[in-house]
């Protein structure tokens, strides 16, 4: 509870996004960490989709899943055009795979490389 307390205290110091999201996305970083990372980051710049659907996806990772889609729906609100992280966030927590399945397909016509998307269809046997 300490540490999470001198988190805190140090993001609510950083106003530099880019050093936040670097700690947020770190291989070592826990959700303890990312979850007020991203938060920060949010709180800093209240437009960048792309930290928006990382909470998503990591509130989605501790079952937040109500808090996973008020993520979602905060994304598609601030998103002018289809964006290939909010259309991921939505296959990832979708509980509907012929929708997962769509939303992906989605995310390869605007990214045909994306590896998020090849991935999921290739384990969910749509594709070789």
């Not at 291989?27 to 998503?56: F, K, Q």
């Not at 990832?92 to 989605?106: E, G, N, P, V, Y």
């Amino acid at each position: 509870e300490h540490d999470c307390f001198h988190l805190q205290e140090l993001l609510r110091e950083e106003c530099n996004t880019e050093k936040i999201w670097s700690l947020a996305k770190s291989d070592d970083s826990t959700y303890r960490v990312a979850i007020p990372a991203l938060e920060r980051i949010i709180e800093i710049d209240p437009d960048n989709i792309d930290a928006i659907t990382y909470l998503g996806t990591c509130q989605y990772m501790i079952g937040e899943d109500e808090r996973a889609r008020e993520m979602l729906d905060l994304a598609k609100s601030k998103s002018a055009e289809i964006d290939v992280s909010v259309l991921l966030l939505e296959a990832f927590i979708s509980d509907d795979r012929d929708r997962q399945i769509h939303l992906c397909r989605q995310v390869l016509e605007i990214d045909s490389t994306n590896e998020t998307a090849l991935e999921n269809l290739k384990n969910w046997d749509e594709i070789d």
